[in-house]
């Protein structure tokens, strides 16, 4: 398998303004789908990607979204999303936090009445996230390769709003996720989600390990991915 490319330093800090001095961000796609996972599975939704990630977990099925996209201003973004007239509207990557401008862009579709939630990997610091944001994040799993990489601080700023996923590769993950279950006080905070890293093997097998050990939280499997598959724009 080839090696996915390295990270762009030019996405981990603010992206250049326009002649007005507007923010702007870089977007690889915006496109109109039925949410995949989540509290609003099956809903349709805006989703707006940004372009850049600094992780590279081994089970990425966005590494499309690593490079190119183009630079749109927050003002342009906002009126791409407003043709679709959602009610829901998630900005993803890539790790759109990786972008600075990315909070104020979520601020404005707060704003606009939106119900906005944000996917982000965990290795970033999410305290600027506006709080009406339901922030669905990842802790890491050793399978995904960038265990290292969660920053644990960020659990100071979930609350029931929010969503926690794990996506587990293999039993291994499986244990050590059930384990931060009870080492992180995740019960009862927030929604937490186990879900079975696609094509990784069987959900099946997921399906019973959470039963085997009554486990009281919810696992999900995508179903974008049962619906489309890996193309890109879904
Ligand atoms: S954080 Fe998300 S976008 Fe980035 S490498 Fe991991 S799975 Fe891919």
Known sequence: MASAPKPEAEFLGPG???????????VKEIFYSLQGESRTVGFPTVFVRLSGCPLRCGYCDTTYAFQGGS????E???????????????LTGGEPLAQRPSTVLLERLCDAGYEVSLET??????????????????????????????VYANLAHIDANDQIKFVICDRADYEWSRAKL??????????????????AGEPTELAYWILADQIP??????????????????
């Open 76 to 90: 342009e973004i906002g009126n791409r999303v407003a043709r679709h007239r959602p009610r829901y509207v998630t």
């Open 182 to 199: 009870d080492e992180l006080g995740l019960a009862g905070r927030c929604e937490i989600r186990f879900s079975p890293s696609h094509g």
């Open 121 to 150: 990997s965990g290795a970033l610091d999410i305290s600027a996230v506006d709080q009406r944001v339901s922030v669905v994040m990842d802790i890491k799993t050793p399978g995904s390769g960038e265990e290292a990489r969660n």
């Open 71 to 74: 630079w749109m201003s927050l």
């Open 16 to 26: 250049p303004e326009n002649s007005a001095g507007a923010a702007r961000l870089r």
């Open 217 to 234: 939280e919810r696992m999900q499997v995508q179903l974008h991915k049962l619906l489309w598959g890996n193309s890109p724009g879904h």
